[in-house]
DNA sequence: TTGAAAGCGCTAACAA
DNA sequence: TTGTTAGCGCTTTCAA
């Protein structure tokens, strides 16, 4: 009568289905996938039936007999909010696609390797890595078992393909619109090492070489936490401070902020401050941060039409898609005094 | 020679190692699961064999033979920070009792039942809900057919375990500081409808009590977000303001310290706050958030352990863990003036 | 419209 | 120590 409890038998089968419905399990089949070939009445008997013992089929078993998985491996990292927006993205995306998505996360205890290997355990068909960590050589590798599509990083790597944000545009955003404010003066706290600290520091000093302010350049040792912003303000309020600082990103820029204040500068009239990644932070009403955001919607959704080009056509070859960011202007800048 | 390439031939099998190597499926079988029964010449022969064609199990296949998927499925939201660590946790956990995990997220495009369903294809043994949203019944009629742990959510539904925060204590010593403190005229911004809203208000209410304030006692309806924080505290502001406000979690803390500070309140002078999660949000330099940390390591090893529980063995009853808090002191509190 | 049977990749008896 | 064989739950010919 009713689905049986855990502990007490297992789970029932097409076979069982079948059984209940006195037909056979080829027809069971049909009638659960809504194939054509069955009719209405065998239909509905089957349906009830299948109802009625809680019959649900089994996703492993469809998979291991069909001979394409459908299925889409995704690497994330539980803290970054972005990759919480991409995974958003990137299931729809997949569901409008006919694909599954198999998840696995990168822990503390839990590495970029280990994340990949259960995937390829789960017969993904390709892998889409949100700011994987791990060398362009062994990304390389792993694109010759299968598509791999790098999302927010850029590398280079043969057969890999990436989507990201064009970083060095986001600092030219920021430079553009302090200049035109009429700030001159404009330093920058990078990212250190990070994955695309080299091109937003790139983008700062095109910007400032295009505005004719190379003379005026000035970076700072940063990184992507709030105490790298923290030390990089500090270093900052020694020298003649500049009157606006564009920021590695937007965690690092609450350090310079809680610094800046703290040191008596009012934030925007004293200094502006630009962040990066538009992230719950920048929107807080009390941060209020003008920032460069990141379109995760459309790059996820570029991520799963690279995965499908490829898993498509085996001669499609690797690309970059790059996605211009876009400014997000809050409160932490104005004109200088 | 090398692993086939992305589209050209379909990934090696147990029986293309067999072929390579010159033995039967079986004994690759033994030699790639590490059983015993196998020579150490052959053993070796057999791997490199597997190496050089690139072969790894299906573990889909190794599931559909075993009769249990050793799967435990996890929900959990891509939004939360405090999922992330419990992930972490669960991870770890999993792994030491041999088990693996499936994870599906909710999304705003993706609801819960959607996240349930495809676990459930995928033959999860068990379901670990973080901070689920269904209702009692909902989840009662789910743990008929599964064990399944809610985490983060205090739910009275049958059959189902739950592994939560003691809420209402985590509201005592929230209370129990401020008065140490001195402060009397003590507020609370609730959390609405929130899961653990209910429990908080009422941790407020009660350890008001305990210390003869039950007078004092000010509920305003607040929510999970910074909007909400700030409209508590702009009605807060208007009548006679507390010396001292307990917030319902941390996000909305933060609303709350924005719209007193704007106000020309000095926190902690004029007033103190505390907030609830010990999320980065409160350890950020700038916000210094005294609150309530909950135990993410040790709700995700309860969880599992409650999981692995009910599926060994079939007449354990379903029960409830509850977590003690921890009362974070940071620099929102402070004696009254 | 329906059923019988083979087989997906793997493991576990059982035999040799 | 090694191989043969059956079968996990499902889909898909092919025949009836």
Request: hydrophobic residues 40%; positive net charge.
């Given at each position: 009568?009713?689905?049986?409890?855990?502990?007490?038998?297992?789970?029932?089968?097409?076979?069982?289905v079948a059984a209940r419905a006195g037909v056979s399990t080829a027809l069971v089949s049909i009638v659960v996938r809504e194939?054509?070939?069955?009719?209405?009445?065998?239909?509905?008997?089957?349906?009830?039936?299948?109802?009625?013992?809680?019959?649900?089929?089994?996703?492993?078993a469809r998979l291991l007999r069909a001979h394409r998985s459908r299925l889409l491996g995704v690497v994330f990292e539980v803290q970054g909010t972005f990759h919480g927006d991409l995974l958003g993205g990137l299931y729809e995306a997949a569901e409008a696609a006919g694909y599954e998505l198999a998840l696995s996360a990168v822990t503390p205890s839990?590495?970029?390797?280990?994340?990949?290997?259960?995937?390829?355990?789960?017969?993904?068909?390709?892998?889409?890595l949100l700011g994987p960590r791990s060398p362009a050589a062994q990304l390389a590798e792993l694109a010759?078992?299968?598509?791999?599509?790098?999302?927010?990083?850029?590398?280079?790597?043969?057969?890999?393909d990436v989507?990201?944000?064009?970083?060095?545009?986001?600092?030219?955003?920021?430079?553009?619109?302090?200049?035109?404010?009429?700030?001159?003066?404009?330093?920058h706290v990078d990212g250190g090492r990070a994955p695309g600290a080299a091109e937003r520091r790139r983008g700062y000093r095109e910007a400032m070489a295009r505005h004719g302010l190379s003379a005026e350049v000035r970076t700072v040792a940063g990184g992507p936490a709030e105490d790298d912003g923290a030390a990089a303000a500090r270093s900052l309020l020694e020298g003649a401070?500049?009157?606006?600082?564009?920021?590695?990103?937007?965690?690092?820029?609450?350090?310079?902020?809680?610094?800046?204040?703290?040191?008596?500068?009012?934030?925007?009239?004293?200094?502006?401050?630009?962040?990066?990644?538009?992230?719950?932070l920048a929107?807080?009403?009390h941060v209020?941060?003008?920032?460069?955001?990141?379109?995760?919607?459309?790059?996820?959704?570029?991520?799963?039409?690279?995965?499908?080009?490829?898993?498509?056509?085996?001669?499609?070859?690797?690309?970059?898609?790059?996605?211009?960011?876009?400014?997000v202007v809050r409160g932490t800048t104005a004109p200088p005094r």
């Open positions: 009568m009713a689905a049986p409890g855990p502990g007490e038998g297992r789970r029932p089968t097409l076979a069982d194939a054509p070939g069955a009719s209405a009445a065998t239909r509905e008997r089957v349906l009830r039936a299948a109802r009625e013992i809680g019959y649900r089929p089994d996703a492993r839990r590495d970029e390797a280990r994340a990949v290997g259960s995937l390829l355990s789960d017969r993904c068909e390709a892998l889409v010759a078992r299968l598509p791999v599509v790098v999302v927010a990083r850029a590398v280079r790597a043969r057969g890999v989507v990201r944000t064009a970083d060095d545009e986001g600092l030219h955003l920021a430079v553009d619109h302090l200049v035109g404010l009429g700030h001159r003066r404009i330093a401070p500049p009157t606006a600082v564009t920021v590695f990103n937007d965690r690092c820029a609450t350090g310079v902020l809680d610094v800046l204040r703290r040191a008596g500068r009012s934030v925007p009239g004293d200094v502006s401050v630009t962040g990066y990644d538009d992230s719950r929107r807080l009403a209020d941060l003008t920032t460069v955001a990141q379109d995760a919607a459309r790059m996820a959704s570029l991520a799963l039409s690279r995965a499908l080009a490829r898993l498509e056509r085996a001669d499609e070859p690797a690309g970059e898609e790059v996605v211009p960011p876009r400014l």
